[in-house]
């Protein structure tokens, strides 16, 4: 079974960093792409970015474009999340996906809370 599991978020202030991490556990057929969505309060899940495995190809949301990074440490199993210039709207609940064909987000992680304030 494949299990996803996000840490690292957290309360920060307005311009500050926060890296979130995803531990990938289980056995995958295959993996196209591993990526970060978000849900904040009232809202629908929103894309944020993700990692093509097979490329090393990443895609960002406009909104996090030039202030978020993602990467992989494919020996630690683990994806990342560098999210720099933070902004109140980047408060969200922040969730870990794998995709294992392309555009449909599979398994997903539980979340973590990112809560920037003002």
């Known amino acids: 079974q494949v299990q996803l599991v996000e840490s690292g978020g957290g309360l920060v202030q307005a311009g500050g960093s926060l890296r979130l991490s995803c531990a990938t556990s289980?056995?995958?057929?295959?993996?196209?792409?591993l990526g970060w969505l978000r849900q904040a309060p009232g809202k629908e899940r929103e894309f944020v970015a993700d990692?093509?495995?097979?490329?090393?190809?990443?895609t960002y949301a406009d909104s996090v474009k030039g202030r978020f990074i993602i990467s992989r440490d494919s020996a630690k199993n683990t994806l990342y999340l560098q999210m720099n210039n933070l902004k109140p709207e980047d408060t969200a609940v922040y969730f870990c996906?794998?995709?294992?064909?392309?555009?449909?987000?599979?398994?997903w992680g539980q979340g973590t809370q990112v809560t920037v304030s003002s």
């Open positions: 996906a794998l995709q294992v064909v392309a555009g449909v987000w599979e398994y």
């Open positions: 289980g056995r995958v057929v295959h993996t196209y792409a």
């Open positions: 990692i093509t495995l097979n490329s090393g190809g990443t």
